[in-house]
C-alpha cells in the first residue's frame, strides 16, 4: 500500500508527463473529487435525516449509491461533469502552451544554429519529438556552415535579409565595409543602400535609399542594374541581382552585388575616346550629330526650345602660317578651355571641324543664345597668353523650328557664321540681326 501511494506520489510530481497519463491522472482524481463529492452530500443526507426533516436516512454508503434521489443524482452528475470540462480546459491550455513554446523553441534553434532541449516541455510527446527533430537541426546547421562556406568562396558582396533586415552576409561583404561581423555592421547602418552613390544617373536605382529600391529590382528582373559605392574616397561599380523565396510566411531575399568596375571605367574611356576630340576634350562629330538629334527630338515632341551655336576662329590659317601648327593646336586648346569654363553644365561644346566649334544650348530661346555667343566673344577677345598670339571668333546663332531637318537647320547656322565673316568678323549674327 504504502508503495503504491509513493508511485502515485512520483507519478503526480513527475516535471514530465505523456498525455495519455495526464488525462488517465485527470480522470482518476476526477472519480476521487466526485466519489468525496457525493460522500459530502451522504453526510448531510444523514445528518439532516436525523434532524426530522423527512429526509430518509441511509446507514451504508454503497446504500445510498443505488438509492440515491434524483435531485441529488442531478448535482453530482452536474459537479462531475463541470470537473470533467475544467480538466479537459486545463489539459487543453496545456497543451496549446507546450505546443507554442515547441514552436518558438524550433525557430530559435534553427536561428540560433542550437540543438533543442528536450527538458524544458512539459509532455513527453514534445521532448520526445525534440529529440527526434535534433538530428535533423543538426544536418541543417552542417549544410547551412557548408553553404557559407561556399558563400565567403565568392568574391561579390552577397547578403540575404528578411523583409525586417539583413540577415546573413558573406565574409566579401564584411571585407569590403571593414568590419569584422554582421552585428557592427547593422549598429551603425540598417541598410546597405546608404552606400549608394547619387552623383551619377547612370548608377542609381529607383528609390535608393531605404528598401524600396529591391522591390524595384525585383520587378524588372530583365534589366541590368548597377549602383556606385565610394570606399576610402574610390568608387566602386556594382552589378545588383536579387532574387526572392517565399515558403509560407517566410520571404528572404539573396542580393548579390558583383564589382565591375575596372570593366565599367575601361569601357566609359573607351565611350570617351570614341566620342571626343583628342586635342580639344570637346565633343567630337559623331557625339554631335547624336546630341542634335535628341534635342530635336524633344524639340518636336514636347515643344521645346533649342539653339545652337556656330564659331570660327578668326584668320586661323594665318596663325599657322605664322606661327606653326603647334601653335595653332595650342589656340585651340585655350579657346575650347575658355568656352567650356562658360557655358552650362547642360550645354554641350563639339569641335565641328578644323577650327570651327559648335556649341548645342538645350532649352533655349533665341535671345538666350545670342546673349551666350556676345559673352563668349567677349570672354575669347580678352585671351591673354604669353606663348600665344591674340585671336577672335565669329559667331553664327540659331534657334530650331519644330519640323525642320538637321540638315536644314545646320546649313541655317553655317550661313550665319559665314554672314559674321563677311561683316568683318569677330561678331554675332543671328535671325534676329540679319538683314
Known amino acids: 500500500m504504502k508503495n ?9 510530481t513527475k516535471k514530465r508527463r505523456t498525455l495519455f497519463g495526464t488525462v488517465m491522472i485527470g480522470m482518476a482524481m476526477i472519480v476521487v473529487i466526485v466519489f468525496v463529492f457525493t460522500g459530502i452530500i451522504w453526510l448531510l443526507q444523514n445528518f439532516l435525516a436525523y434532524k426530522d426533516t423527512g429526509l430518509t436516512p441511509y446507514i451504508n454508503f454503497y446504500e ?8 441529488q443524482m442531478f448535482l453530482v452528475l452536474f459537479f462531475a461533469l463541470g470537473l470533467v470540462g475544467l480538466s479537459a480546459k486545463m489539459i487543453s491550455f496545456n497543451l496549446k502552451r507546450n505546443f507554442k513554446k515547441f514552436n518558438d523553441a524550433f525557430y530559435h534553434a534553427l536561428e540560433k544554429k542550437e540543438m533543442m532541449d528536450p527538458g524544458e516541455f512539459y509532455f513527453q510527446e514534445f521532448s520526445g519529438l525534440a529529440e527526434l ?12 556552415k557548408q553553404l557559407q562556406t561556399i558563400i565567403d568562396a565568392q568574391k561579390s558582396l552577397i547578403l540575404t ?39 551619377d544617373p547612370e548608377y542609381s ?7 524600396q529600391w529591391i522591390s524595384h529590382i525585383l520587378r524588372q528582373p530583365l534589366v541590368q542594374h548597377k549602383v556606385k559605392i565610394y570606399k576610402n574616397g574610390i568608387p566602386h561599380i556594382f552589378t545588383v541581382d536579387a532574387k526572392v523565396s517565399r515558403l509560407h510566411s517566410l520571404y528572404r531575399v539573396v542580393i548579390t552585388l558583383t564589382d565591375i568596375s575596372e570593366i565599367e571605367f575601361e569601357r566609359k574611356n573607351l565611350i570617351i575616346d570614341a566620342t571626343t576630340d583628342p586635342l580639344t576634350k570637346a565633343a567630337n562629330r559623331l557625339k554631335f550629330d547624336t546630341l542634335l ?18 564659331l570660327d576662329v578668326d584668320n586661323f590659317k594665318a596663325i599657322n602660317d605664322t606661327y606653326g601648327h603647334s601653335t ?12 567650356q569654363k562658360n557655358i552650362r553644365k547642360s550645354d554641350t561644346l563639339a569641335r565641328w571641324g578644323g577650327e570651327e566649334f559648335a556649341i548645342i544650348l538645350p532649352h533655349t530661346k533665341l535671345v538666350t543664345g545670342v546673349r551666350i555667343a556676345e559673352k563668349l566673344r567677349h570672354k575669347i577677345e580678352q585671351i591673354r597668353e604669353d606663348t600665344l598670339p591674340q585671336f577672335t571668333c565669329s559667331f553664327g546663332v540659331s534657334a530650331y523650328l519644330k519640323g525642320q ?8 547656322v553655317d550661313s550665319k557664321l559665314y554672314q559674321a565673316k563677311q561683316r568683318g568678323k569677330n561678331c554675332v549674327v543671328s535671325s534676329q540681326s540679319s538683314p
Not at 133 to 144: Q, W, Y
Not at 293 to 310: A, G, K, P, T, V
Open 133 to 144: 527533430i535534433n538530428p535533423l537541426i543538426e544536418k541543417i546547421i552542417f549544410d547551412e
Open 205 to 211: 536605382i529607383e528609390n535608393g535609399k531605404g528598401e
Open 4 to 12: 503504491w501511494i509513493s508511485e502515485i506520489g512520483t507519478l503526480l
Open 64 to 71: 445510498y449509491i443505488e438509492n440515491i434521489p434524483a435531485p
Open 328 to 339: 595653332g593646336d595650342q589656340v585651340l586648346e585655350v579657346l575650347a578651355g575658355t568656352i
Open 405 to 412: 531637318s538637321s540638315e536644314s537647320f545646320m546649313h541655317d
Open 293 to 310: 538629334h535628341q534635342q530635336i527630338e524633344l524639340c518636336n515632341r514636347y515643344d521645346h526650345s533649342f539653339c545652337i551655336i556656330m
Open 161 to 199: 535579409r528578411s523583409h525586417e533586415k539583413i540577415l546573413n552576409v558573406n565574409r566579401a561583404f564584411l571585407e569590403f565595409f571593414n568590419v569584422d561581423s554582421l552585428e557592427t555592421f547593422l549598429h551603425n547602418h540598417r541598410c546597405i543602400s546608404d552606400f549608394f552613390a547619387q552623383d
